[in-house]
């Protein structure tokens, strides 16, 4: 179930925080099967992977 709290945030689970939180191996960005969303039931994108590599500009 998708939970919608804002109007444009939209968020399909809620990660738990770790006993240990850890500290990243580098800045990378990655992404795996985001879905975005206009409305709940109009989706925009579906299962989007991306991953951004450390120092690189995307837009």
């Known amino acids: 179930m998708v939970n919608c ?3 444009y945030l939209c968020i399909s689970s809620v990660l738990a925080e770790p006993a ?3 500290q990243p191996q580098d800045a990378s960005i990655i992404l795996q099967k985001v879905t975005f969303l206009y409305r709940e039931d109009h989706p925009a ?3 989007v992977s991306l ?3 450390v120092s690189k ?3």
Do not use: G, K, N
């Open 51 to 53: 991953t951004i590599p």
């Open 57 to 59: 500009v995307t837009a």
């Open 5 to 7: 709290d804002q109007e």
């Open 45 to 47: 994108r579906q299962d």
């Open 20 to 22: 240990r939180p850890q």
